[in-house]
């Protein structure tokens, strides 16, 4: 038997590694050293991690790991770097920008600490939601899948409490009712699928799996409760660390003020914008009245996933009827609740990927509905949230012809890059840019879709000032709140869900803006070198088949795609 590799070992094994492929590199021309380069890096050669033991079953949550796999991504931006890129062609040049960005980050990433400071990282069974998601019944292969990670969810929690160290007050509350629905789940509706479905070879084993793992998760809800915290606003990542993301991971040219000071403008036009609708709808209410009664107007308790379903199909039958973009086939969209993770940071819902079932891509579209345990005025805020408007434009965004279409064309591109590394700023941006493209050819039937619509945008607009005013200090937790309930007119609720999701994922927010933003003056700039012969599906089917790349690095693709033509 071989003896399990310590993480001395591994380091070890890396070097060797690093010191062979490098020699091989050097002796070949800079397209084949690019092109062995990446077979490498998807192959795992980079990717050092912890033999999965009794001690460290779970190896990317261990404080050893980050160390291991920094290495691991110091020496794979060695190699890449000894690649001469002006011998590249334009769309390795890219690909080769992509990993540069990712290795840099992975690298400086290990001064957050994210195994002592992010308690929800040692919450493991999140797929369990999607396997049982809409009274489905899980096949006799997932059920093997599903006992083998209830079997190893207890590691990770008891890794969870060696480990876990002063992490912000905030994130332990998120952790805490993430593993209270856990909790629920597993003694519910869960348990109900066991009883009821599963192959009776199994129930036993099953039974007990979740009798360990919700006793244990009470253990862990004690645990965080009596854990030293850091200060209340630990998870602030401050202006140097954001600058760099916008700068060196998304290829902006702002820094964190700029980007603050970009977003207010498009604030105030939103605001005109809506203020314009408002008369055209009702001369005598501002926007906001006009607002307070469209959230009167919602699905019923229970409903709410249908409407979504319903609005979803509508899009997608206006896509086709048109011929206003391919939709590769064969492809279906579920909706599924949000799982529990989500439910603290996704106030309406999202899109939760493709899994691939009997060949068939399956998107996921997270939907956050009425769940057990909600008080009546809880119902009553995530109702009026969840109204017809805004369901119809979500409904867009998340679908068809938004990331479910885009996540379509990314996971057929020829690029192992483009598939793997996708653009926050890119997936956000077109999923903006297809709301004001459905604007355009008649999606929006009513008043309040089309006051969804600009309000959504202005919600996006507060993004952009709000996520960096969180992270630079220059706004409170409870500031960023009550900025979203009264420049907004968000509901609580939904607000509270908004902020709690920037505060773990430093410049995702603004994306939707600055994303949309990018492509609107890329198409201009394209339609007014082109005239007619660019149109918008042409334009909308260039931009998914390029990949979800940063907006620097989509008009440069871009370009060269129809000028050199």
Excluded at 262 to 270: I, K, L, S
Excluded at 423 to 431: H, I, K, L, R, V
């Amino acid at each position: 038997m071989t003896p399990p590799r310590t993480p001395v070992a591994a380091l070890l094994i890396s070097l060797l590694f690093h010191a062979c492929t490098s020699v091989a590199l050097r002796d070949t021309t800079p397209v084949d050293q690019f092109d062995r380069f990446v077979d490498s890096y998807f192959s795992g050669r980079y990717k050092f991690t912890l033999e999965a033991d009794s001690a460290n079953l779970f190896p990317h949550l261990h404080r050893t790991a980050d160390s291991v796999r920094a290495a691991g991504a110091t020496a794979a931006l060695k190699d890449l770097r000894s690649i001469d890129t002006s011998f590249l062609d334009l769309d390795r040049r890219i690909d080769w920008l992509l990993l540069e960005a990712s290795f840099k980050r992975a690298i400086r990433d290990t001064v957050l600490r994210e195994y002592q400071r992010v308690p929800g990282r040692y919450l493991t069974i999140g797929g369990l939601y999607w396997q049982i998601a809409g009274g489905r019944n899980p096949s006799r292969s997932e059920w093997i899948t599903i006992l083998k990670d209830l079997h190893n969810a207890p590691s990770a929690l008891k890794l969870g409490m060696e480990q876990i160290a002063d992490p912000p007050p905030l994130w332990v509350r998120l952790a805490s009712a993430t593993a209270a629905r856990y909790r629920q789940l597993l003694r519910g509706e869960f348990a109900d699928r066991v009883t009821t479905s599963a192959p009776d070879s199994f129930k036993a084993s099953l039974v007990d799996a979740v009798d360990t793992l919700a006793s244990l998760l009470d253990r862990f809800i004690a645990f965080l409760s009596s854990v030293n915290p850091a200060p209340d606003d630990g998870w602030r990542v401050g202006e140097e660390h954001y600058t760099w993301l916008l700068r060196e991971v998304h290829f902006l040219p702002y820094n964190a003020q700029e980007l603050i000071a970009e977003g207010r403008r498009v604030h105030e036009e939103t605001k005109q914008a809506l203020a314009d609708l408002a008369r055209r709808i009702d001369p005598a209410k501002s926007w906001k009245q006009l607002v307070e009664e469209m959230k009167t107007r919602h699905p019923p308790a229970g409903g709410i996933a249908e409407a979504y379903r319903r609005e979803s199909d509508r899009a997608r039958a206006l896509i086709m009827n048109k011929g206003m973009i391919a939709i590769p086939e064969p492809e279906t969209l579920l909706f599924v609740p949000t799982p529990p993770p989500l439910r603290e940071t996704y106030a309406w819902g999202g899109y939760g990927g493709i899994e691939v079932r009997d060949s068939v891509p399956h998107g996921r579209f997270f939907v956050t509905d009425i769940v057990p345990g909600m008080s009546t005025a809880d119902i009553e805020q995530k109702l009026r949230a969840q109204n017809d408007g805004w369901i119809t434009v979500i409904a867009l965004h998340e679908g068809y012809p938004g990331h479910h279409l885009q996540s379509l064309y990314t996971r057929n591109h020829p690029s192992r890059v483009r598939v793997r590394f996708g653009s926050s700023y890119f997936g956000e941006g077109w999923a903006l840019y297809c709301e004001a493209w459905m604007a355009r050819e008649g999606f929006y039937e009513n008043a309040d879709d089309s006051l969804a619509w600009l309000q959504m945008r202005l919600w996006r607009t507060a993004r952009v000032m709000i996520d960096p005013s969180l992270h630079l200090g220059m706004m409170s937790y409870e500031e960023a709140v009550r900025f979203f309930m009264d420049e907004v007119g968000l509901e609580r609720s939904s607000a509270e869900a908004e902020v709690n999701r920037y505060t773990t994922w430093p410049t995702q927010a603004p994306s939707y803006v600055i994303g949309w933003l990018e492509i609107e003056r890329l198409h201009e700039r394209l339609r007014n070198m082109l005239g007619a012969a660019l149109s918008d599906r042409a334009f909308a089917e260039a931009l998914l088949n390029t990949g979800s790349l940063p907006p620097a690095l989509l008009k440069r693709a871009l370009f060269h795609r129809f000028l050199s033509q």
